[in-house]
């Protein structure tokens, strides 16, 4: 009923840039923040930056004056603008929504901490 669909990963050198898109689907009223964490191989999730509906953002010291994360309410869609990559940027980034309201059928429902399935940056040297 809810899908958060991430996009925009590849393979990008050092000092290059990519746009992450993450796209939430379904009867969606409202969603207070939106978010980016990575996973690099071996590690553990942490975050990128997130951002609430009114526009609030915060970012991972490791990532600040390099990533922007932006959002577009009306279109349920959250972005994260990657500049001067660097070869430890390399990750699966996920996309996550925090408080999603939609409707399932008549029903106001709400997820809590929903995850997409996560898109592949590769910073090469």
């Known amino acids: 009923q809810v899908q958060l669909v991430e996009s925009g990963g590849g393979l990008v050198q050092a000092g290059g840039s990519l746009r992450l898109s993450c796209a939430a689907s379904?009867?969606?009223?409202?969603?207070?923040?939106m978010g980016w964490y990575r996973q690099a191989p071996g590690k553990q999730r942490e975050l990128v930056a997130t951002?609430?509906?009114?526009?609030?953002?915060n970012y991972a010291d490791s990532v600040k004056g390099r990533f922007t994360i932006s959002r577009d309410n009306a279109k349920n869609t959250v972005y994260l603008q990657m500049d001067s990559l660097k070869p430890e940027d390399t990750a699966v980034y996920y996309c996550?929504?925090?408080?999603?309201?939609?409707?399932?059928?008549?029903?106001?429902?709400?997820?809590?901490?929903?995850w997409g399935q996560g898109t592949q940056v590769t910073v090469s040297s």
């Open positions: 379904g009867s969606i009223v409202r969603i207070n923040a």
């Open positions: 996550n929504g925090d408080h999603i309201y939609y409707y399932s059928g008549y029903v106001l429902s709400l997820k809590y901490d929903y």
């Open positions: 951002i609430t509906s009114g526009g609030s953002t």
